[in-house]
């Protein structure tokens, strides 16, 4: 039985990686839980699990969770220190990391400089610090597993073979729920059309990164940090059914595929059991009655932040902190209907623009970087009124 905790555990993430669990039952075992701000669900977690230790994002929610469970031998911490402690939790085997944006970087390198098993579904963290991961996984031999349903397939696509022998990794997209739309009509796109997404169910910041195309690009910033690519051999192409999740061309003319349904259980479930496969709680793939498998390329005009994303992998450094930090405030004033949809690229492109370049090696010059960002764009959305 191996131990899991995860870091995000009210999510959409945290929440299929418990059904897992459930699915793999008695291989697994939930010891620790980190959670936001949905202390019910969080509680209905405990409840269920019997985990030795969670967390929660405020301290008054905290406070009211150990007199509910006052009768449990079970430790409650909270903040963000209180998350580091879940991640390093020494019972953990297996560290599912699945809180959204920069916020899971300090508990995702908590559990890696731990030794841990990381199922990364926290990209954000690899995007601005994917140096520091990459240097304390090799010092303390942490595995880092990725948990998105394209890198998921290029780690499978890559399991046998050599890095030299690959040529290009192409990661796949949905489109959003604009794809088919045409450009002169994204103007009139709301809050509402942002978080309709045709094929997956996630988060709704993951979600208008998707409409945004800007998920697309810090996937493949991701993919540069997990697999030691150049920008050169990392593409992207829209693939509207969603069945390919990549593709690895290797130098003799081979391309390998990774297919599955449209589901996350399964790359998080492979995440959990790597290197070994167990059954699925998913009916399999049909390929007969997909009739069509169809590729296109991104359109740069209509997804400039794809573009953004792309400069920023290009010129490394300091660029995608900033891309990061700009993306996660005018997506957040967004979500709360502070501006229209059609803002959003030219807010952080304006952000990413007026930053030059310089080498961040440290967390604490991450983060110094990513506030000093945070203060500018937020100038930058009050400028609007």
């Known amino acids: 039985m191996k131990n899991i905790a995860i870091l995000g555990s009210t999510g959409s993430i945290g929440c299929n990686t418990l059904e897992v669990v459930d699915h793999l039952w008695p291989q697994f075992r939930v010891v620790a839980l980190a959670a936001g701000c949905n202390a019910s669900l969080l509680a209905t977690q405990v409840e269920k699990y019997k985990p030795k230790i969670v967390s929660l994002r405020r301290r008054g929610e905290a406070e009211k969770f150990k007199r509910k469970f006052k009768d449990l031998k079970l430790r409650i911490a909270y903040g963000p220190e209180g998350a580091e402690e879940v991640a390093g939790f020494e019972e953990n085997d297996i560290v599912v990391s699945a809180i959204t944006g920069i916020d899971g970087l300090r508990p995702t390198l908590t ?38 349903s394209e890198h998921s397939g290029v780690f499978q696509c890559l399991a046998k073979e050599k890095k030299k022998n690959v040529k290009k990794v192409i990661l796949t997209a949905s489109g959003g729920p604009f794809f088919w739309v045409p450009l002169k009509e994204m103007k009139k796109k709301t809050l509402e059309d942002a978080l309709k997404h045709p094929r997956w169910k996630m988060g709704k910041k993951v979600t208008v990164d998707s409409a945004t195309m800007m998920n697309k690009g810090l996937e493949l ?55 070994e496969r167990e059954g699925s709680l998913l009916p399999p793939l049909n390929l007969s009655r997909s009739q069509v498998l169809e590729f296109y390329e991104v359109d740069e005009k209509k997804f400039p932040l794809f573009a953004l994303a792309r400069l920023a992998l290009t010129e490394g450094e300091s660029y995608p902190v900033v891309l990061n930090a700009a993306n996660e405030v005018v997506v957040a004033a967004f979500l709360e209907r502070r501006l229209k949809f059609s803002e959003i690229a030219g807010l952080v492109t304006k952000a990413v623009e007026h930053h030059q370049k310089r080498k961040v090696r440290t967390l604490e010059e991450i983060f110094a970087l990513d506030q000093e960002t945070r203060t500018h764009t937020w100038n930058l959305l009050k400028q609007r009124y």
């Open 111 to 148: 559990a890696v400089r731990a030794g841990k098993k990381v199922a990364l579904a926290n990209k954000e963290s690899m995007v601005v610090a994917g140096a520091i991961l990459q240097k304390e996984a090799s010092r303390t031999r942490a595995q880092i597993i990725p948990v998105d």
């Open 221 to 275: 910033l991701e993919a540069h940090w997990l697999f030691g690519l150049n920008p050169d051999q990392l593409d992207v192409l829209i693939h509207p059914q969603s069945i390919v999740h990549s593709l690895v061309e290797l130098k003799d003319g081979s391309v390998l595929a990774q297919l599955s349904p449209t589901d996350m259980r399964i790359p998080i479930q492979y995440a959990l059991t790597s290197p």
